[in-house]
């Protein structure tokens, strides 16, 4: 995976190290090059020096060919900017945003930005939003013979229809939150970049939704 880390800071210079440790190719962006020196000895990503969503800067760092954007820098407002322009401009599939403000992260989470903040925050919870789909299940009914999930639209799904989506029984799509409003949708809503969709899924569909959502892995 390809990874670009905005901010070298104690958070940003622990997840580039663990990143590389694993494998990854990570580069690390930071306006003070003397960041870089929290990095690990033996680190073997790239760094940059430059302004997170500075695009000569994401770009030396490789964000057109990234699988995902991580931005921890120390200001709120840079880490908006630079994980907008990373998932809007470069089409990078998954990106995470530090925010302090935890009114402001509700807001941008439904703008599509997945956000972590600093209260009860982890670098395992990132590294979680890295490597998983981004599906959660925020409810069970009966004995567990439904869920509802949540779900942030990823790439490979944009421009499908809703009844591409559910695909048949078993899959129902309840409602899309789209630039910080919601509807329910009809069978032939189209779905858009940034949608966060709630969908009821019996549990012997689960596995064609999520067979669906793999396909991104294959293209």
């Not at 600093?118 to 925020?138: A, F, N, Q, Y």
Request: glycine share 10%; charged share 30%.
């Amino acid at each position: 995976m390809r990874v670009v880390v905005a901010g070298c800071g104690r958070v940003g210079s622990g997840l580039a190290t663990t990143l590389a440790e694993r494998g990854d190719v990570v580069s690390v962006i930071d306006k003070d090059p003397r960041a870089f020196e929290r990095l690990a000895e033996d680190f073997g990503g790239q760094t940059v020096e430059g302004i997170a969503f500075d695009r000569d800067a994401l770009e030396q760092a490789g964000v057109a060919r990234a699988d995902a954007l991580v931005a921890v820098t120390g200001g709120d407002n840079s880490n908006v900017v630079a994980a907008r322009i990373a998932r809007e401009t470069y089409k990078v599939p998954r990106v995470v945003a530090r925010i302090h403000d935890p009114r402001r992260a509700a807001i941008y989470e439904e703008l599509g930005v997945v956000t972590v903040a600093t209260v009860g925050w982890t670098l395992g919870k990132i590294r979680d939003h890295l490597e998983h789909l981004p599906l959660k299940e925020e409810a069970t009914f009966g004995r567990g013979e439904v869920s509802l999930l949540r779900l942030e639209l990823p790439q490979h799904l944009v421009d499908r229809t809703v009844a591409q989506l559910e695909g048949g029984s078993g899959i129902r799509v309840a409602g899309i939150t789209r630039r910080g409003g919601a509807f329910v949708p009809e069978a032939a809503t189209v779905l858009a970049e940034g949608d966060v969709v709630r969908v009821t899924v019996e549990r012997d569909a689960r596995h064609r939704l999520d067979a669906l959502l793999g396909e991104e892995l294959v293209q």
